[in-house]
């Protein structure tokens, strides 16, 4: 099946800078990366998304880059804000809304 | 328009035990999957139902089983708790399509099993 690796775990930025998450995915087949942004106790909620014929999409401060042929996808925020602060995750999905998630980045803005 | 709503929101089982929990999509949706979320971890797909059958499965054990009723609801139920079982258990709805569409999830039901 597919696996999603995501990196930093964990990311430390002072508020105005600039933050950038990576996943790849090993399945070639995936053709749909959601990334959702999860608050303590909260539901993930979706941020951005991207689908596999498009190679950036962008979103007032949030894009989101995808490399097909190396099969990785990246989430940028810019002009981070002390909000941004929440943990982060990708997916891909292969078919049939059937989503792997990454394992988390926990981003943290310093006011 | 709601949302997707889970119930109950916290409970607390022992080894076991027996849980069933609920969801109602969003409105519109008709294909319901289940999440289970880990302390520190990504969420991790269960099945999902669609059209009142289970049309994929996750690699968890048999005792875990779900079903789907006519108005597109959910139930996941899980026999003999284990301690490892306590986790967030997250519905997610979206509409059926072969290509990737956005799932929307509910708040979650946090399950301690002591």
């Known amino acids: 099946g597919e696996n999603v690796e995501q990196h930093p775990s964990t990311l430390s930025v002072q508020e105005g800078d600039s933050a950038v998450i990576k996943c790849t995915y090993s399945?070639?087949?995936?053709?749909?990366f959601p990334w959702y942004k999860q608050e303590l106790g909260k539901r993930p909620q979706l941020i951005i998304d991207?689908?596999?014929?498009?190679g950036e999409k962008k979103d007032q401060r949030i894009a989101v880059t995808l490399n097909k042929t190396a099969k990785h996808f990246s989430l940028h925020i810019t002009e981070t804000q002390p909000e941004d602060s929440a943990v982060y995750f990708c997916?891909?999905?292969?078919?049939?809304?059937?989503?792997?998630f990454g394992s988390g980045t926990k981003l943290n803005v310093k006011p | 328009d709601a949302g997707v709503t889970q119930s109950p929101t916290h409970l607390i089982k022992t080894r076991g035990q027996q849980v069933t929990l609920r969801c109602s999509p969003k409105?519109?949706?008709?294909?319901v999957s289940w999440y289970q979320q880990a302390l520190g971890q990504g969420p991790q797909f269960i099945f999902q139902?669609?059209?009142?059958?289970?049309?994929q499965r996750g690699n968890f054990p048999d005792r875990f089983s779900g079903h789907q009723f006519p108005n597109y609801s959910s139930e996941l139920n899980v026999n003999a708790l284990l301690l490892g079982d306590s986790a967030l258990y997250l519905c997610?709805?979206?509409?059926?399509?072969?290509?990737?569409?956005?799932?929307?999830f509910g708040e979650g039901s946090w399950l301690t099993v002591v």
């Open positions: 997610a709805s979206s509409l059926a399509s072969t290509t990737g569409n956005t799932i929307y």
């Open positions: 409105s519109g949706h008709d294909t």
């Open positions: 399945d070639s087949a995936s053709n749909y």
């Open positions: 139902y669609y059209e009142e059958e289970e049309r």
């Open positions: 991207i689908r596999s014929n498009v």
């Open positions: 997916a891909a999905s292969v078919s049939f809304n059937k989503f792997y």
